[in-house]
């Protein structure tokens, strides 16, 4: 099981239909204050400016939340106030679909129970890190969500209680690395060791005799911190903290602030966090030559 | 059981940690076939004029060509096409919400829930075994 968005949950519940799924975010765009509006109407940003992001929205097909975050227009309590305006005047999927005639309230009532009961377990995921990790939120999220889902992904448990900042052996090791990037952002690294990798290409597999090549068990670590990553941005969607994620090179690297150490039932995993990394570039160059 | 009524299916992500997930998964039903796989969206595309799938699993955060990206050409360019997204996204609103309204028919979270793609292959197969029936 993982995070999960309500539409989705109603859908398969078969509650509703995606085509009424669609009529209901249809009906939440058009309510939808726009963030390009709201900003010059709270005077952070010029109209210029506005209209300058809102091409390169169009042209590089990112949103303009991602550029603002990208290019620093605005400070961290500036993005939240937008982002906090703009989540008052939005009504929710639920409202929508009650709007619409496509759910009952009293049936409304009775799903986001159900639904909140499912998820409550990854919002509980409380884990204290070491110094002033324990204040950054995406930290949190990641380290506290490596440990609810790895069992899941590919049945190996991890001691929550082996937690301790300690830098990982300075040897070559299977690894992966992520940039979460926003508000809050977060550059981080996983390396584990060779036999977890082993065994997490195994466990995603599904198939316990598979023989991976180091090249399996490098994916393997990259997926793994993939998902990891994807789901802590889902859950700090709910907190209002909006991130989006890239697969940054590895080597890319950043300063390393702090490495955690964890000890699981496969070995040892060691995540490298820089709670303040550099906005990676926005867009590498490509061109997409569709045979007609 | 004749070959119309299997379930073709094109799986579109950069791990293969996570193709081979989907493939095992796939290869439990008798009644569907993967006829194709596809590092990232430019290759997906290519792929689909290839193989012609029923159904694509199609992964959203991947080098190269994104997955939203490509979701918005393949719906835009191949109107009627069966895509479901399988993204570490899926329980956020704003991946979730963009996928689904530039065409996905449904939006599965990682780590997959083997029995969510199973029953969404079936209901695919049975929609396509509908489909034949009704076309002239």
């Known amino acids: 099981m993982s995070l999960r968005f309500f539409g989705q949950y109603l859908i398969e519940n078969a509650v509703i239909r995606v085509e009424q799924l669609r009529e209901a975010l249809a009906l939440m765009d058009r309510g939808r204050p726009r963030l390009e509006q709201l900003a010059v109407e709270l005077g952070m940003l010029t109209r210029a400016e506005q209209q300058r992001l809102s091409r390169e929205a169009e042209y590089t097909g990112y949103s303009f939340l991602e550029l603002l975050q990208d290019e620093q227009m605005l400070t961290e309590a500036q993005l939240n106030e937008l982002i906090g305006r703009r989540g008052d005047a939005e009504i929710s999927v639920g409202a929508a679909l009650v709007e619409l005639g496509h759910l009952d309230s009293s049936a409304l009532t009775l799903w986001m129970r159900r639904f909140g009961d499912e998820q409550r377990p990854y919002y509980e995921t409380q884990i204290a890190l070491p110094g002033a990790l324990n204040r950054h939120r995406p930290a949190r999220a990641v380290v506290g969500l490596f440990c609810r889902l790895l069992p899941g992904i590919a049945g190996i448990s991890v001691d929550e209680g082996s937690l301790r900042a300690e830098p990982a052996p300075d040897i070559a090791l299977p690894s992966a690395a992520i940039l979460a990037r926003g508000v809050v952002p977060l550059w981080l690294e996983l390396r584990v060791e060779p036999e977890l990798a082993r065994t997490l290409s195994r466990g995603m597999a599904g198939d316990a005799s598979l023989d991976p090549s180091p090249e399996d068990g490098e994916d393997a670590v990259r997926e793994l911190l993939n998902v990891v990553v994807g789901n802590a941005v889902a859950l700090l969607e709910e907190d209002g903290l909006h991130l989006s994620i890239i697969p940054p090179d590895p080597a890319g690297s950043a300063e390393v602030e702090r490495t955690l150490e964890l000890a699981t039932s496969a070995g040892k995993a060691w995540l490298l966090m820089d709670p303040a990394p550099d906005p990676a570039p926005r867009h590498s160059e490509l061109e997409l030559v569709i045979d007609a | ?136």
């Open chain 2, 1 to 136: 059981m004749s070959d119309s009524e299997t379930l073709r299916v094109l799986v579109v992500d950069d791990s293969r940690a996570a193709q081979s997930r989907i493939e095992q998964l796939c290869a439990s039903s008798p009644h569907v076939k993967v006829v194709g796989t596809a590092f990232n969206g430019a290759e997906a595309i290519r792929a689909v004029k290839q193989a012609k799938p029923d159904l694509i699993f199609l992964d959203l955060v991947m080098r190269d060509v994104d997955g939203l990206v490509a979701l918005r050409m393949l719906c835009r360019g191949m109107p009627g096409i069966r895509v479901a997204v399988v993204t570490s996204l899926g329980g956020s609103s704003r991946a979730a919400e963009e996928a689904f309204k530039l065409g996905a028919i449904d939006v599965l979270t990682k780590p997959v829930d083997p029995s969510a793609i199973s029953k969404l292959m079936e209901s695919e197969r049975q929609r396509k075994i509908e489909d034949l029936r009704v076309a002239p």
